[in-house]
């Protein structure tokens, strides 16, 4: 049988001389779910981009049935008959789910535009493919989950009968997997094809049919997800063995409390209230991790404990000092470090050096500035040790961080922030978009750090990253602390999921057992 | 006080508002327009100031709506210009704006002193024409209420019903059609028009275009009523304060309509109020509108912070 569609020796290199793709050979069954994983940098981005005509290839083909194709462009694929959900959602906001779908092909009557049609024609593609949303509500109401929901519609309504998602569970909560597992599984029975890039493991084994694996730009082989396993993937993804088993906080050593955090509100930039009254008491040599789905307050409660958000009441004391009210520079000067959600944007100035972040919040330090004036050789050193280190791959301190891949840019921030031994360090979403051994490695330095007696608190919007490091864990649901755990067997990304979603709420007492 | 109140109150001053929100409404949906499109057009008071002259350059010479035909065209061909360089070459669009608000500053004053043969201030030579009243005298007939209607309604420009025209025309044409769809969501969020395979820079073209013409149709009704004729810098910042309108009006037709009357209130009100408060300096009674356009635009910007 003909695969539905084939890529033969794709090859791939962009100006700049990265050799993305170098002769990909992908073939994806007729109503299957095929995933691609592989690291960061790995090719599968270019691979799909190629396949949905944003990209093209230097060589190689593209079959659609049999039947060699170009795709010029993301139009050319759409009217191929393939769709593509990006990790970016692109959604106009202020728009109904049915106006965001049927946006450039629109239904008319006449001048108008025919907006019964249009819901009525949406509507009836989410109850066929089993993406259940209402159809007449601004997207901007709507949950990720949801969002991503009307990013499938409208590859559907285009009569997508491929469907590219690029890392579709990143965003979501367990509960929303299980959702999204449920419409995708529809979708095949219902002869549309699904291509599936992925990270995880656990989730990719689950929905998969068949796996092809990537590595430094090549195709290291297909598997069917039967005859799999995560440890076989993790080290044909890797080329080693990963243990990604970080050890807890040694038992019988005394933790004292650090940092206290009392009736915090925090209001977002709305003015509304992100974070009401959290009290949460922080100790040495524990990490406290927050789940929590993405915008129930988590970052409105790392920036402001930050120093980058006014806090509106309560306070927060680090050690004896009372840092609600005074800057970052003089919380950095209290023992706190923070390694911020979004690398790119807060945690490194694109356009300096790796040497120039890396001294960047030190400039109050006498080794690195005498007289006003920056030592350049000594900074340079400082740089070189932290680049060893840390193993960042980089030419060189000289070279912009602008032009690192992800997890060598989160490396250099993870380097600076723990350079400092820090006695409270913030972590937010330390190794999204990061491959996996560079994963391995930060979580092991973020351990390092507790274990030298740091108070770590930590979000992540990936659980299963909050259960590997965390030794307590809290749920924040609309800004307010709904539950807390001890980390234990017991604890599971299903329970955590039906507190993050507010089904369910801890009693106080059951809540203050946990965090005594 | 009582005094100022009674003239508020009266059909003259309502009418002497219609008159003065005019040239700003339109001004305002030009703005609307390119606005909604992510390129706010801040050339309006330029473009309304050449769209004057021309307006009444050509209507000297030919019937009074071809001189508002050539008002609107000198617009559209300057919001035309604007695309070419904004998205085209890639200029910035403020730049780009204040080039033609400079242009028409100066270039207007060559332009009439050669058409009047040497006169650098005002047109008062050029026999130029004016757009024709809508008599709706007949209103009067009805009872009681007949002669304030007919007071406040009857003898506006033909333009002045055409403006109010516009605001459902723009509303319609952006609420309820494929293409206003397609508008509204290039100006809120270009990535999902361009994924829609919808041209955003296409779309922006016709918004700066559509602007153009509006403001040029602002400025012959400003030229061809209740003053016929033009005068240097006879917008006296009235783009400058629809631009204002726009950004008070939510970026909604009949937001902005309301804010241009908001305008077109305290503008009436600083011709009014000389013969009254004869004691202010004029100067002063004059900057009223202005003085409202910061004061509107600072509590609006205030509410939006705190929403």
């Known amino acids: 049988m003909t695969p ?37 940098g790995a090719g599968k981005s270019t691979l799909m981009k190629i396949l949905f005509g944003v990209e093209q290839p230097n060589a190689g083909e593209i079959r659609l049935e049999g039947n060699p194709i170009v795709l010029p462009s993301p139009r050319a694929a759409i009217a191929a008959g393939i769709g593509m959900v990006f990790q970016h959602f692109s959604l106009v906001p202020s728009f109904t789910v049915a106006e965001n779908v049927v946006l450039g092909g629109e239904p008319r009557a006449g001048l108008k535009l025919d907006r019964k049609k249009a819901s009525d024609t949406v509507r009836e593609l989410a109850e066929r493919f089993r993406l259940p949303v209402d159809v007449d509500v601004p997207v901007e109401q709507l949950p990720v989950g949801q969002q991503q929901r009307v990013e499938i519609l409208k590859a559907l309504y285009r009569d997508a009968r491929l469907l590219i998602l690029d890392e579709p569970t990143a965003v979501l909560a367990p509960q929303e997997v299980v959702e999204l597992f449920a419409a995708v599984r529809s979708l095949t029975s219902q002869g549309r094809t699904i291509l599936f890039i992925a990270h995880k493991l656990p989730e990719v084994l689950e929905i998969s049919d068949t796996i092809s694996v990537m590595r430094g730009g090549k195709m290291v082989g297909t598997v069917a997800a039967k005859d799999a396993t995560e440890k076989s993937l993790a080290r044909m993804m890797v080329g080693r063995d990963v243990a990604l088993k970080i050890n807890r906080a040694a038992p019988g050593i005394p933790h004292t409390h650090l940092c206290r955090i009392s009736d915090l509100t925090v209001k977002n930039d709305h003015g509304l209230n992100a974070v009401s009254d959290v009290n949460l008491i922080l100790r040495t040599g524990e990490i406290v991790g927050i789940a929590g789905v993405e915008g129930n307050g988590q970052s409105e409660l790392f920036d402001a404990i930050g120093g980058l958000r006014p806090i509106a009441s309560g306070s927060v004391e680090l050690g004896k000092t009372d840092i609600t009210h005074i800057s970052v520079l003089e919380r950095r000067a209290a023992g706190m470090a923070n390694i911020p959600e979004d690398r790119i944007a807060t945690g490194s100035a694109g356009g300096a050096t790796v040497a120039e972040n890396i001294v960047a919040t030190e400039l109050t330090d006498t080794r ?20 060893e280190k840390f193993s960042v791959r980089v030419q060189g301190p000289e070279s912009a961080i602008g032009t690192l891949s992800g997890g060598n840019m989160q490396k250099v921030v993870v380097a600076r922030e723990l350079s400092s031994e820090p006695s409270l360090l913030l972590v937010s979403h330390p190794t999204r978009g990061v491959d996996l051994g560079a994963t391995e490695f930060i979580w092991q330095n ?12 930590l979000t992540s919007a990936d659980l299963s990253e909050i259960l590997a490091l965390a030794d307590r864990m809290i749920v924040l649901y609309r800004g307010r602390i709904v539950a807390a755990f001890v980390n234990s067997e017991e604890v599971t990304p299903e329970v955590l999921g039906s507190y993050m979603l507010g089904f369910a709420e801890q009693s106080a007492e059951e809540r203050n057992a946990a965090l005594a | 006080m009582n005094e100022i109140i009674a003239t508020i109150l009266s059909a003259t001053f309502v009418a002497a508002v219609i008159r003065t929100t005019t040239p700003i409404l339109f001004a305002s949906l030009g703005g609307l327009l390119s606005d909604l499109v992510g390129s706010l057009n801040v050339a309006l008071e330029g473009i309304m100031l050449i769209g004057a002259l021309t307006a009444v350059i050509v209507s000297a010479h030919a019937p009074w709506y071809i001189g508002v035909l050539a008002g609107l065209a000198a617009g559209g061909l300057l919001g035309a210009v604007m695309a070419l360089f904004h998205l085209r070459f890639k200029a910035d669009i403020i730049l780009v704006g204040f080039a ?31 757009v024709p009243a809508l008599d709706l005298s007949f209103l009067g007939n009805i009872p009681a209420i007949g002669p304030f209607l007919r007071e406040v309604l009857s003898g506006h420009s033909y333009l002045t019903w055409l403006a109010a025209f516009m605001v459902y025309a723009i509303w319609y044409f952006l609420y309820r059609t494929p293409e206003g769809l397609r508008f509204r969501a290039v100006g809120e969020y270009p990535p999902a028009a361009e994924a829609a395979g919808i041209a955003p ?17 602002g400025g012959a009704q400003l030229a061809m009523f209740s003053f016929v004729g033009f005068t240097r810098d006879m917008t006296a910042g009235r783009g400058f304060i629809a631009l204002g309108a726009v950004l008070l009006g939510r970026r909604h037709p009949i937001g902005t309509m309301i804010a241009a009357v908001l305008f077109g209130f305290f503008e009436a009100l600083s011709i009014a109020l000389p013969g009254i408060l004869k004691w202010m300096p004029g100067e002063l009674i004059h900057t009223i509108p202005f003085v409202v356009t910061v004061l509107a635009l600072m509590l609006s910007s205030r509410r939006k912070v705190t929403a």
């Open chain 1, 446 to 457: 973020i351990a390092k750090a507790r274990d030298a007696g740091a108070a770590v608190l």
């Open chain 2, 100 to 130: 033609i608000n400079i242009i028409a500053a100066g270039g207007t004053v060559t332009v009439l002193t050669y058409a009047t043969g040497g006169d650098k201030g005002t047109s008062i030579n050029i026999p130029s024409k004016a």
């Open chain 1, 368 to 387: 690195f500035v005498r007289h006003g004036l920056l030592d350049l050789k000594s900074i340079r050193a400082h740089a070189v040790k932290l680049i």
């Open chain 2, 201 to 217: 820079n296409r779309l922006r073209t016709y918004g700066l275009i559509a602007s153009g013409c509006l403001a040029g149709l």
């Open chain 1, 4 to 40: 539905f569609l084939q890529a033969i020796g794709i090859d791939k290199t962009y100006p700049g001389g990265v050799h993305a793709n170098q002769g990909i050979d992908l073939s994806v069954a007729r109503s299957t779910v095929h995933a691609v994983v592989g690291e960061n």
